[in-house]
């Protein structure tokens, strides 16, 4: 059975930094594609960035780049998000989220992902 983990939520002040963990367990995710989506209230689920578990590369929302980065350790089969320079928009539930590695391009649809985690929640104040 599959199943995805989130951890590290909480409440941090504006311009702080956050570290979500995303721990994957039940099957080999070496052929799959781990990202991380957010929903803030009254929004839609929008995706915050990906990473390709074979060989590590990345992809971002434009609102994230620059502040947010995406690791994972494959001993661990964990995926990291950190956060940095957060905004108060930055708040919202984090999921993680996997979905087959189609080579391409990298996922950002919600229906593009088979597994979902429950969710961790992120809340920044001024």
């Known amino acids: 059975q599959v199943q995805l983990v989130e951890s590290g939520g909480g409440l941090v002040q504006a311009g702080g930094s956050l570290r979500l963990s995303c721990a994957a367990t039940?099957?080999?995710?070496?052929?799959?594609?781990m990202s991380w989506f957010r929903q803030a209230p009254g929004k839609e689920r929008e995706f915050v960035g990906a990473?390709?578990?074979?060989?590590?590369?990345?992809s971002y929302a434009d609102s994230v780049k620059g502040r947010f980065t995406i690791s994972r350790d494959n001993a661990k089969n964990t995926m990291y998000l950190q956060m940095n320079s957060l905004k108060i928009d930055d708040t919202a539930v984090y999921y993680c989220?996997?979905?087959?590695?189609?080579?391409?391009?990298?996922?950002?649809?919600?229906?593009?992902?088979?597994?979902w985690g429950q969710g961790t929640q992120v809340t920044v104040f001024s």
């Open positions: 989220a996997a979905a087959p590695d189609r080579g391409r391009y990298f996922a950002t649809r919600m229906y593009e992902y088979d597994f």
């Open positions: 039940g099957r080999t995710f070496s052929t799959y594609v």
């Open positions: 990473i390709r578990w074979s060989g590590g590369s990345t």
